[in-house]
């Protein structure tokens, strides 16, 4: 047995597999785009647990890469030949504060797990992402976005306080103000300066029902402009939308004929009430001009936070939860919206999406302040996300299509979201980063300068010789 399993299991109360004891799905992630046999994989019962075992890595040097529901497509959550840190056994509720209100919870709980904790208190995070079956650390480290970020920002922006373990492996507490360097690396932060073991979160008040209209737009042009204008007045909880494909026959498309498309543009706006006090259906519609009114839904609040379940249920049934996800989302500057998508999607094959989907979200550019969280300038923007499954054998042939997708909406100024299909050179890094390069990179060697944590991803340039880390404020354990 490999004598380094003895003496890292001496250290901490969680457990430690070897090789021989790991099931298929710790090689590889959500992606299923690259895989990686890590020496080690821990699950931590503490934060305890969390400092001592990048400690015990950086002393016989090692990697540590960090694991939470391992929903990311590229080199995350996988390590190779290092120590693999399977967050999701540290799934605690600390605390709830309605009074606040906030709750502390643990890195690796899930968010399903909270929303249905929280929901008896009629309490609820402001973004929730659409997928629940996530950690919060996962998608703090990510940003955390969702149907109601036009109004809230990032699950990063609600965020009051995180403890966090640093490459070296101090335990610090940080907020707004205290290690406040760490604090905003560490969301939307990529795990690459410090692993996030705790989180207070801001929640908000819900109300018991959610209503539910199903718009249907004919023209992109014509979505957008309600899109704004639902943004704008303030009046909706929740927006969320996307294309739709009505398969019209064949084309030549790169020197071969494949299936293509007339495009459509669903829009779901919701908004939640008390029962007994109803929407005005026609007020709040009021304004808006779509090419038809298909349905209105009523739901309990928690259901509709839970939405998606019975769609992930299907694409697990129907065997596409397992092909390769090369998910290529982006969040567009409102201007080039138009010509960005419209210039893809006539010829994209709507085979591709059997088991995904062609995903827009409207935003607004000043709802997060998470200066890592990259996006264009202006006031109004629109995600665009193409979540495709595509079969193994297919990847080679759809490979240079979502490359080529993904480099167009950079160029026309677009900032890719990063859990999705990257495969970037250092250039492309920097390009995204921008004027934020330099202060992450320094983050990166102030609080990992043997860059041990979560190798692979960011090609970040090698630490001065001379990079010391000034000793944090070490915080007594929490568990």
Known sequence: ?????????????GVVSTPDQYHAGLLSNFGNLFHATPRLVVSPLTARDVAATVTFAREHGLTVS?????????RVAISDGGILLSMSSMRRILSVDASAPSVDVEAGVVWRDLVRHLAPRN??????????????????AIAGIGVSSFKYGTQGDNVRELEVVAGTGERLVCDRKKHADLFWGSLAGLGQAGIITRARLDLRATKPMTRTYYLLYRDLRGFLHDAKLAMERGRWDHLESWASPSPQGTKPVAGRRQVFARWFYPFHLTVEFDPGHPPDDEELLRGLDPFERLYVDDLPTVDFFERM?????LWKQGGTWKHIHAWIETVLPWEHAVDCIE??????????????HVLLWPARGTTSKVPFFMRPPGEDLIGFGVLPAIPARFWERARPMLENLSRMTELMGGKRYLSGYLDWTEDRWKNHFGDQWGP??????????HSILNPGFVPFPAAPADVRRVPGESVPAAD
């Not at 210039?343 to 995904?356: A, E, K, R, T």
């Open 440 to 449: 992450f990179t320094a983050l990166k060697h102030k609080y990992d300068p």
């Open 343 to 356: 210039s893809v999607l006539p010829d994209l094959p709507p085979s591709i999406l059997v088991g995904g």
């Open 1 to 13: 047995m490999d004598r380094l399993y003895t003496l890292l299991q001496n250290r901490i109360e």
């Open 66 to 74: 960090t694991r939470g529901a391992a929903h990311s497509q590229s």
């Open 123 to 140: 309490l609820a995070p402001p973004v929730l992402t659409n997928n629940l079956s996530v950690t919060v650390g996962g998608t703090l």
């Open 309 to 313: 379940i019975p769609v992930f249920d």
